[in-house]
């Protein structure tokens, strides 16, 4: 344990010679003055609006993971083709470490960017139909849905460079965007870049707005059982791979 905790200092170090903790500060603050400025005179209901903003927040999470995994492994391939990830003695921690730095990361962000929304949307518009606890909540809806992505990003980064894990962000994007139509319905279940969008929308519409009855068609158990055994799932695959990975297949 203590050297684990040796590797996620040492990555944390290595944040001060990269702009990742800005792409994590500024995209969520730049969203939140964009919906903010929007909302201030559109004539849309309030609870319209909160929904609109965490749909845009899950469909954006795709292409920002992508973003964000190949910034890390881009450093590693610059600091010495990942040599310092393979030459551990215990070889999963680097790895281990980098990832939990990634996904602390990624939760501070995705936290940042509900709960600076819903104070803006609470306090200088006084339009939140919400508590501030809802924003708290949509944060961890909408990032416990989105591991699987970092898992998969991570490895599309290490094996196949940032161009594979910024592009298939992208696709992911557009198509989580349109699984909330139509589309989606009984298929969003198998598609993890549409689990995000579908859950928080699923949950303001009726675990909110409605009290809690969740028609069974909206298949939330599904999604929710899908979502768990398909995250378990590739985190297996994931350390299996890293096991036998020796840094020479990755490129850009």
């Known amino acids: 344990m203590t050297t684990f905790f040796r590797y996620l200092k040492s990555d944390m170090l290595k944040l001060r010679r990269q702009p990742m903790l800005l792409v994590h500060l500024l995209m969520p603050l730049l969203g939140i003055v964009i919906f903010l400025a929007y909302y201030s005179f559109t004539p849309y209901s309030p609870v319209s609006k909160v929904e609109g903003y965490l749909q845009v927040l899950a469909v954006s999470l795709p292409t920002l993971i992508g973003i964000v995994c190949s910034m890390a492994a881009d450093q590693e391939s610059a600091a010495g083709h990942f040599q310092q990830l393979l030459t551990s003695p215990v070889k999963l921690l680097p790895f281990l470490s980098k990832f939990s730095l990634l996904l602390i990361l990624g939760f501070s962000s995705v936290l940042f960017a509900s709960s600076g ?3 803006g949307f609470l306090y200088l518009l006084n339009e939140s139909p919400y508590g501030f606890n809802f924003y708290i909540s949509a944060a961890c ?6 591991i699987f ?3 998969l990003h991570f490895f599309v980064s290490l094996r196949f460079g940032k161009g594979a894990s910024i592009g298939l962000g992208i696709a992911e994007s557009l198509l989580s965007a349109l ?3 139509g589309l989606g319905d009984h298929n969003w279940i198998f598609i993890p870049c549409a689990w995000a969008a579908r859950f928080i929308t699923i949950w303001v519409q009726y675990g909110v707005s409605s009290g809690g009855t969740i028609p069974a068609a909206m298949q939330l158990d599904s999604g929710i059982g899908y979502c768990a055994a398909g995250t378990f799932t590739i985190m297996i695959l994931l350390g299996l791979w890293i096991w036998r990975w020796e ?4 490129f850009e």
């Open 117 to 119: 929304f819903g104070t």
């Open 141 to 146: 809806i909408l990032f416990t849905s989105s």
């Open 247 to 250: 840094g020479q297949d990755s």
């Open 149 to 151: 992505l970092y898992i």
């Open 179 to 181: 699984l909330l139509t």
